[in-house]
């Protein structure tokens, strides 16, 4: 097969492809709206955060007033023997009663865990929407890839395609073997075979796509070409390492519960402590047949108190030194998990900043091999015209070619993912970082 025809194949299949792509292809930043209010974790985590505040404010209530509303209503009947005495009473009662705390530590501990508890759901949803953003980018650029090996490997079956009616048009005439035409043969139902795995894996990328966003149909618009790759600012991991320290949502949250392990302490140790309330109320009793001192006799007792009523424990059978010893192990243990989570997270970021480093540089390695594999290819098909290379040998560089540019589309998407995923794992991936992604994208 000739250069220009080889040359003109793939170039009528990027140019279907493209005439195929339906109108209303989605940009990233549009699937991610869009999974923004379906994505059942995202709800759940900020489901949880209303919850949280609602739960602080319930804790508020302990440092407030509380004010109740009583009545009553009785009959009573005695029957007294010495001195003979019948008597049925009925006695309505009718009162209202506040108190207000004016000494409870441990009311006080309890609203300060109750905001920490806040941040922590806040933590939360950050690292729910961290994940949300990576994970829609994920699917829409395995999607991306599944689309480009397809192509490719379309485009490997048109070529071989061509390379085998050569073979049996050189084997008719006489100036090749049978085993140019077999080799050709097997190459393609080989290609064959990968078209239809190629096939199921971009259906299947789909449907996932599908379900994250909660549509059907999505289409992912392309990358542009040339692709400018971003770079990597800064360039030293520690500075990344640092970052993740200070803003990483799980961090956060590991922090926020060893501060909430502290607080438990000291509300712990406040059972020992007095606690000093003001009391006020307002009763009113109406008796409308008397009383036993004056029966017969429509009585009503209003009463109207107010006062400061002191508790003081003594004695609780050590229950207060054992829950101080059981929230001191608590706490150790959440300083524990926090350091163990630093280390985690550490790690996690090198990696994925090496990761990320790694594929800038295979990128590279891989444009160079693709015009590499495109020369070789060339010189093979010239060596094949001419008698000085055989048809496996054609056949080699086409396979060579296609996977070195499956292998660079692949490397191109996973640097982008990378650099989202770097940012995720310090904790400042925001909607700001996947429109820069988007941006990127053939429009």
Do not use: C
């Amino acid at each position: 097969m000739s250069m220009p025809a080889f040359r003109s194949i793939s170039l009528s299949l990027a140019l279907g492809a493209a005439l195929m792509a339906p109108a209303q292809a989605q940009s990233l930043v549009e699937l991610l709206n869009a999974a923004r209010s379906y994505d059942a974790p995202w709800q759940s985590a900020k489901a949880q955060l209303d919850a949280s505040v609602a739960r602080a404010d319930q804790a508020r209530a302990g440092l407030l007033p509380s004010a109740a509303l009583s009545s009553g209503l009785s009959r009573t009947h005695s029957d007294i023997s010495a001195p003979p005495i019948t008597a049925s009473m009925t006695t309505q009662t009718v009162g209202i009663n506040a108190t207000q705390p004016l000494y409870r530590p441990a009311n006080r501990i309890t609203l300060q865990q109750g905001l920490r508890g806040v941040d922590v759901a806040q933590a939360q949803l950050d690292a729910a929407t961290q994940d949300l953003l990576v994970r829609v980018s994920q699917g829409y650029f395995d999607v991306l890839a599944a689309q480009d090996s397809l192509t490719f490997v379309q485009a490997q079956k048109a070529a071989v395609s061509e390379q085998l009616a050569a073979a049996k048009r050189n084997f008719e005439v006489g100036t090749s073997t049978i085993t140019d035409s077999r080799e050709a043969q097997a190459r393609f139902d080989l290609v064959t075979a990968q078209e239809v795995a190629a096939e199921n894996d971009l259906r299947v990328k789909k449907l996932a796509l599908d379900q994250l966003v909660g549509q059907d149909g999505t289409q992912p618009l392309p990358l542009v070409t040339p692709l400018p790759l971003p770079t990597l600012e800064p360039t030293d991991v520690s500075a990344w390492v640092q970052q993740a320290h200070d803003t990483q949502p799980l961090l956060r949250q590991a922090a926020l519960a060893l501060d909430v392990a502290q607080l438990e302490t000291q509300k712990a140790q406040t059972g020992h402590l007095p606690t000093v309330d003001l009391q006020a109320g307002y009763n009113v009793q109406r008796s409308p047949n008397g009383t036993m001192a004056m029966p017969g006799v429509n009585s009503r007792v209003n009463n109207a108190s107010i006062g400061v009523a002191l508790t003081l424990p003594l004695f609780a059978g050590f229950a207060v030194q054992n829950r101080v010893k059981e929230t001191l192990a608590l706490e150790d243990k959440a300083r524990a998990d926090l350091e163990n989570l630093r280390r985690v997270v550490a790690q996690n970021t090198r990696t994925v900043f090496y990761g990320v480093q790694s594929g800038q540089g295979q990128v590279k390695a891989l444009e160079a091999a693709e015009l590499s594999s495109q020369s070789a290819l060339d010189a093979n098909q010239l060596g094949y015209q001419v008698g000085v290379r055989i048809n496996i040998d054609v056949l080699n560089a086409q396979s060579q070619l296609y996977q070195t540019k499956r292998d660079l589309a692949q490397a191109r998407y996973n640097v982008l993912l990378g650099t989202l995923k770097l940012r995720q794992a310090t904790g400042t991936l925001t909607e700001a970082d996947v429109q820069r992604i988007d941006a990127l994208l053939a429009k």
